[in-house]
């Protein structure tokens, strides 16, 4: 008797998880006018992007949505493949997150020949023509940049120059990486004080935030003033690094970064993050919104923003409580 109950809890386990497009587990039935979606996501490579997917998960959820997601582990040519494979299913659109901005045209131009239309979320491309994709539901990276720059202008108020900087970027050739590092050094090159000594792709994870900081250290000893980190992981990461050379982050060398996860703020509360930028990664329940008008073939803003603010390490206590990633 246990052994068939056995086997027939692990049937409605394998039952369950095919159902779910997503394996989250368990949902309600599709109905029958569900609007099939194939999402491609760039990876895991953050506590941001872990959000991020959490959020594309608990909207595109029976009766109204069949998802089909997959996982690009930060690689173009696995996403590529993803969304041909939507393409061959014939899904009612295709949603992704591109990992870099170039490279889409072939592709993008397939899912328009098979009528599928494309929702770009949080990530721009780069293409010959924007009407290969309906619409881009993202932040602002590139003002995300500036106000990181406006911080630390800020921050360095009375300082006498030159104040050096290092910056970690995201991953090469991905539009948060581009667009944050233009956003910063339009801000910062207004003030000859700063001077941004070194430059490098932590590819957006800790433990290449670690390695890349660990590189600046031993490259540039004590003279690193400030680090701008396009995200709060590799931030995190570098502090780690910084606090293995017997430096105190936050004090000696003041630190900025972007996205504003719950990370962040526990660093902040600790004293070794100055301030963070955020970045909102909750973006299903309106990406939900503009692939339903978009199936529906209503018109859609081709560009929607998404609001956020800047935190410092004074408000960490009071507004951690209150965070949602
Ligand atoms: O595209 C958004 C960026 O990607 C986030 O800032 C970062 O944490 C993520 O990996």
Same mark, same amino acid.
């Given at each position: 008797?246990?052994?068939?109950? $056995?086997? !027939? =809890?692990?049937?409605?386990? #394998?039952?369950?998880? &095919?159902? /779910?497009?997503? %394996?989250?587990? $368990?949902? !309600? =039935?599709?109905?029958?006018? #569900?609007?099939?979606? &194939?999402? /491609?996501?760039? %990876?895991?490579?953050?506590?941001?992007?872990?959000?991020?997917?959490?959020?594309?998960?608990?909207?595109?959820?029976?009766?109204?949505?069949?998802?089909?997601?997959?996982?690009?582990?930060?690689?173009?040519?696995?996403?590529?493949?993803?969304?041909?494979?939507?393409?061959?299913?014939?899904?009612?659109?295709?949603?992704?997150?591109?990992?870099?901005?170039?490279?889409?045209?072939?592709?993008?131009?397939?899912?328009?020949?098979?009528?599928?239309?494309?929702?770009?979320?949080?990530?721009?491309?780069?293409?010959?023509?924007?009407?290969?994709?309906?619409?881009?539901?993202?932040?602002?990276?590139?003002?995300?940049?500036?106000?990181?720059a406006?911080?630390?202008?800020?921050?360095?108020?009375?300082?006498?120059?030159?104040?050096?900087?290092?910056?970690?970027?995201?991953?090469?050739?991905?539009?948060?990486?581009?667009?944050?590092?233009?956003?910063?050094?339009?801000?910062?090159?207004?003030?000859?004080?700063?001077?941004?000594?070194?430059?490098?792709?932590?590819?957006?994870?800790?433990?290449?935030g670690?390695?890349?900081?660990?590189?600046?250290?031993?490259?540039?000893?004590?003279?690193?003033?400030?680090?701008?980190?396009h995200?709060?992981?590799?931030?995190?990461?570098?502090?780690?690094?910084?606090?293995?050379?017997?430096?105190?982050?936050?004090?000696?060398?003041?630190?900025?970064?972007?996205d504003?996860?719950?990370?962040?703020?526990?660093?902040?509360?600790?004293?070794?993050?100055?301030?963070?930028?955020?970045?909102n990664?909750?973006?299903?329940?309106?990406?939900?919104?503009?692939?339903?008008?978009?199936?529906?073939?209503?018109?859609?803003?081709?560009?929607?923003?998404v609001?956020?603010g800047?935190?410092?390490?004074?408000?960490?206590?009071?507004?951690?409580?209150?965070?949602?990633?």
């Amino acid at each position: 008797m246990r052994k068939i109950l $056995g086997m !027939a =809890a692990l049937l409605c386990a #394998a039952v369950l998880a &095919g159902c /779910s497009g997503g %394996g989250e587990g $368990g949902q !309600a =039935a599709a109905g029958e006018d #569900a609007i099939t979606v &194939g999402f /491609s996501q760039v %990876g895991a490579e953050s506590e941001w992007r872990t959000a991020n997917t959490r959020s594309v998960k608990e909207a595109l959820v029976a009766p109204d949505f069949t998802l089909r997601f997959s996982d690009a582990q930060q690689k173009q040519e696995n996403q590529i493949k993803a969304l041909r494979s939507f393409i061959a299913q014939g899904v009612d659109v295709i949603a992704f997150s591109p990992v870099v901005e170039t490279g889409w045209d072939t592709v993008l131009r397939e899912a328009k020949a098979a009528n599928i239309p494309v929702v770009l979320t949080d990530r721009a491309v780069n293409v010959s023509d924007d009407a290969l994709y309906a619409t881009l539901i993202g932040s602002d990276f590139v003002e995300e940049g500036r106000r990181a720059a406006r911080w630390v202008i800020e921050d360095s108020q009375g300082k006498d120059g030159p104040i050096r900087i290092v910056e970690l970027q995201g991953t090469v050739g991905s539009a948060p990486a581009n667009d944050r590092m233009r956003g910063f050094k339009e801000v910062i090159d207004g003030d000859s004080r700063f001077e941004i000594v070194r430059s490098q792709s932590g590819d957006f994870t800790r433990a290449r935030g670690k390695e890349v900081m660990e590189a600046f250290l031993k490259a540039e000893g004590d003279g690193i003033d400030v680090l701008f980190a396009h995200n709060d992981d590799m931030a995190i990461g570098a502090i780690q690094a910084i606090e293995e050379a017997g430096r105190k982050p936050g004090t000696d060398i003041r630190i900025v970064s972007i996205d504003g996860v719950r990370g962040a703020f526990e660093a902040m509360k600790a004293g070794k993050l100055n301030a963070t930028v955020e970045c909102n990664p909750l973006l299903g329940p309106q990406l939900a919104d503009l692939i339903r008008e978009v199936h529906a073939g209503r018109e859609v803003p081709k560009r929607v923003m998404v609001e956020e603010g800047v935190f410092t390490q004074d408000q960490a206590d009071a507004e951690l409580p209150n965070r949602k990633y």
